[in-house]
């Protein structure tokens, strides 16, 4: 993953965005056989794009403006009910409430 960029964008508005390569898996992870040894069920095969080529782009932008969560899937609002996805809405929050000196790879949004 590349480093995160942040930077400012509108008044009191933060900014963070980072790029995934794209991976391609050719033989499927089918869950876990043992989820105490995180253990899968069969092996997996797959690729890993070269950014160059083919990437995905994140942004996350903060405010204390904000009044809610939102979503936007290629310039789209989705629904952000998926309990997968208020998990990491949930994670990401508290990690950028701890202090700085605990996650000093993450920039401050």
Request: charged share 20%; proline share 6%.
């Amino acid at each position: 993953m590349a480093a995160p960029a942040t930077k400012k964008a509108k008044q009191g508005v933060d900014r963070a965005t980072c790029t995934a390569p794209v991976n391609i898996a050719v033989i499927k992870y089918w869950g876990k056989r043992d989820t105490k040894l995180l253990l899968p069920i069969n092996d997996s095969l797959s690729g890993t794009l070269s950014q160059n080529e083919l990437h995905a782009r994140t942004t996350v932008a903060t405010s204390d403006t904000f009044t809610q969560d939102e979503i936007y899937l290629n310039g789209k609002q989705e629904d952000i009910a998926n309990p997968r996805l208020q998990n990491v809405l949930r994670a990401s929050k508290s990690t950028h409430a701890t202090s700085p000196a605990q996650h000093p790879f993450l920039p401050s949004l």
